[in-house]
């Protein structure tokens, strides 16, 4: 199955969430079936939160973040956006060295504008 | 000026935003002056959004996060947090290639939870 990175034109391929083409990237991959995003990622060590064992908060953001791209969209080309407003509410801490699965779910669209869970 | 970090006991030096002891991190350093924190940042060209010149979204909120830390605080010695809730607002683009100046201040403290804006 292609992730949603896979069609990437090369210009926009630098993303350093997921871009296919950033050496130093996250190169995160995020999946749409059934009108969800869902992404598989291992935070590396580097990304600790300064607390011993759990990831640095805004780096458990950041994959949230990207995750989520594309959910908005209807599995065609993809479309370009950007995020007028991130919120995150951490309930737990995020492991460090586990496999974390990501999922994203629209919950509406209205015109240009997407709310994504 | 001694920098908030510089007041890390070596367990918790690693963060990945502002750790001294984490070789990949973003080694921020913030500074408390007058009840505010800031810091100057410039992000490298890997922090790419994908859309050419402009800064990943998550990793601006990665550098507001690090800013914000010890904004609580009065100074003395380091107090150990949680962030509980990040929400970030992009008003406009962040830059790629530009130093950026970020400042924390807090809005409230009451009892163990404080408001940073």
Chains 1, 2 share one sequence.
Do not use: W
């Not at 908060?57 to 407003?85: C, E, H, I, K």
């Amino acid at each position: 199955m292609k992730a949603i990175q896979d069609h990437y034109p090369p210009e926009f391929a630098h993303c350093y969430g997921c871009g296919p083409a950033n050496p130093q990237g996250l190169h995160l991959k995020s999946y749409l079936t059934g009108g969800r995003t869902h992404a598989c990622f291992t935070p590396a060590v580097m990304y600790s939160g300064g607390y011993p064992g759990n990831v640095y908060g805004a780096s458990a953001a950041a994959f949230a973040y990207r995750a989520q791209s594309r959910t908005m969209g209807d599995g065609g080309p993809p479309l370009r956006f950007v995020t007028a407003s991130l919120k995150v509410d951490y309930k737990r801490p995020t492991p460090l060295g586990q496999e974390l699965f990501i999922e994203g779910a629209r919950r509406s669209l209205e015109g240009r504008k997407a709310i994504i869970d």
